[in-house]
């Protein structure tokens, strides 16, 4: 395994056992990697990130096993294992468990295996370089877009389609409320599995974020990956100071049965709209905005900017192979 997460560690970590109610079990992890050194270390990672039951396996071999004996919530997996690599299980997780998303870490001069990982079905990925800072955060993200709304699904599955229009203040707040709304009917209209719409859910939140950010507040791409005190105190001003505090998020959405278009329109200046608007570009991650602009465009079907780059059209068309109705049947 060629790259490394630096992080003392001197013996692993204990796994909390409190007993706790059902409404206070946190979720679990899949920890996947063939050196216990690293997995001790990741392990105290997501130990001080968050809240997690943490189960581990040294391959995907024995990860697959795992899985059909205890689902866990979310796996988190090297990328250069024996007997099966990650992007192989990514691949298989996909197929046989599309519900449990899959998050790959990466190392130094990964970026083409993280293309291919997003390609194959992951829903994210950290680089090791960046695992202290971003962890926790990424995780976080994943499994709430991960998150069942059963009961609500049950009750919009009646629909033949709808159009919505949200105006949203700068309060990133809201984002995840959203997200969660056209989730369900993306899964209500059939237009694709929950593992599918857990990906585009991160996409809405990637374009939403990048519009709340770097469109209305204007914020530099450097300093909103920081995610620092610097960046959060920067957010906090403007959100309450002028031009920034009169400006606005516009989100249409139409979503039927046969395909879902999300139009993003934010009032800032605007950006660069890179010149390959359909090419995935391992060279977009050494944009500011790159790492998003990847997710938004592996996840969904089209993704569009207009001329000026302040609205994004994002566009999920339905596949047989990815519907409700395939997946549960595999």
């Known amino acids: 395994m060629p790259a ?3 992080a003392p560690v001197d013996t692993p970590p204990a ?17 996947v990697d063939d050196s ?24 995907g071999v024995a990860a697959l096993q795992h899985i059909e004996k205890d689902q866990p919530d979310l796996v988190l997996t090297d990328v250069y294992m024996p007997k099966m690599d990650g992007l ?9 468990f599309p519900s449990v998303p899959v998050v790959l870490m990466t190392g130094h001069g990964s970026e083409q295996v993280a293309v291919n990982a997003l390609k194959a079905g992951a829903a994210d990925y950290v680089p090791k370089r960046a695992m202290v800072t971003d962890l926790g955060r990424i995780l976080e993200r994943v499994l709430a877009n991960a998150q069942s709304a059963s009961d609500r699904t049950r009750l919009l599955s009646g629909m033949t389609g709808r159009t919505s229009r949200f105006v949203l203040e700068n309060d990133p707040r809201l984002v995840g409320p959203l997200v969660a709304q056209l989730r369900e009917e993306l899964l209500a209209l059939d237009v694709c599995n929950r593992h599918s719409a857990t990906r585009v859910g ?8 990048n519009a709340i950010y770097h469109g209305n507040l204007e914020i530099g791409g450097e300093l909103k990956n920081s995610g620092g005190e610097a960046f959060q105190a920067l957010v906090k001003a403007r959100r309450h100071q002028p031009p920034f505090i009169d400006r606005r998020v516009r989100v249409l959405a139409r979503v039927t049965s046969a395909k879902a278009t999300f139009v993003i329109t934010d009032e800032g200046k605007g950006f660069e709209v890179p ?26 079907t089209d993704v569009r900017y207009n001329t000026t780059g302040n609205r994004v059209t994002l566009t999920k068309t339905r596949s047989s192979a990815e519907s409700r109705n395939t997946a549960i049947a595999s």
């Open 202 to 209: 991160i996409a809405l939140e990637e374009a939403l974020l």
């Open 275 to 300: 010149s390959t608007p359909d090419t995935i570009d391992p060279a977009l991650l050494d944009r500011p905005n790159g790492r998003g602009l990847l997710l938004m465009r592996s996840f969904m």
């Open 36 to 59: 216990s050194v690293q997995r001790r270390i990741v392990h105290t990672l997501l130990d001080a990130a968050g809240s997690w039951q943490i189960a581990h396996a040294n391959d």
């Open 88 to 96: 192989a299980l990514v691949e298989q997780v996909r197929d046989r």
């Open 15 to 31: 796994s909390p056992s409190a007993p706790q109610s059902i409404a206070q079990v946190p979720p679990t992890i899949l920890l």
């Open 4 to 6: 490394q997460v630096s």
